[in-house]
Nanobody, 127 residues
Framework: QAQLVESGGGFVQPGDSLRLSCVAS????????MGWFRQAPGKERQFLAA????????FYGSSVKGRFTISRDRAKNTVYLSLNSLKPEDTAVYYC????????????????????WGQGTQVTVSS
């Protein structure tokens, strides 16, 4: 049973940057890919970015491409999401998720492509 713990959220001003981290642990951990999603109050959970563990291939949602960057540290079973040029509309709870299979990239863009989720970390962007 994998466990995911996010950190790095906070209260920032428009234009600021943050880096979120998500550490995976537990049992016989197998990582096929990891992703980041966010959910604002009253809205659906939105795909942001994903990275495939085997080849470091990454993919981004259109709303954050160019501002957010996903990266991973295989030795630490950790995925990161760097958030730049933050806007008030980026305010949400940010979740990481883990796929334990051998995913194709399109699988990692969908909520259904993940077996495990973290508890989320709040990001608030306001002046």
């Amino acid at each position: 049973q994998a466990q995911l713990v996010e950190s790095g959220g906070g209260f920032v001003q428009p234009g600021d940057s943050l880096r979120l981290s998500c550490v995976a642990s537990g049992g016989t951990l197998s990582i096929g890919g990891m992703g980041w999603f966010r959910q604002a109050p009253g809205k659906e959970r939105q795909f942001l970015a994903a990275i495939r563990w085997s080849d470091n291939n990454s993919f981004y949602g259109s709303s954050v491409k160019g501002r957010f960057t996903i990266s991973r540290d295989r030795a630490k079973n950790t995925v990161y999401l760097s958030l730049n040029s933050l806007k008030p509309e980026d305010t949400a709870v940010y979740y990481c998720a883990l796929n334990q299979g051998r995913p194709i990239m399109s699988t990692l863009t969908s909520r259904q492509g993940y077996e495990f989720w973290g508890q989320g970390t709040q990001v608030t962007v306001s002046s």
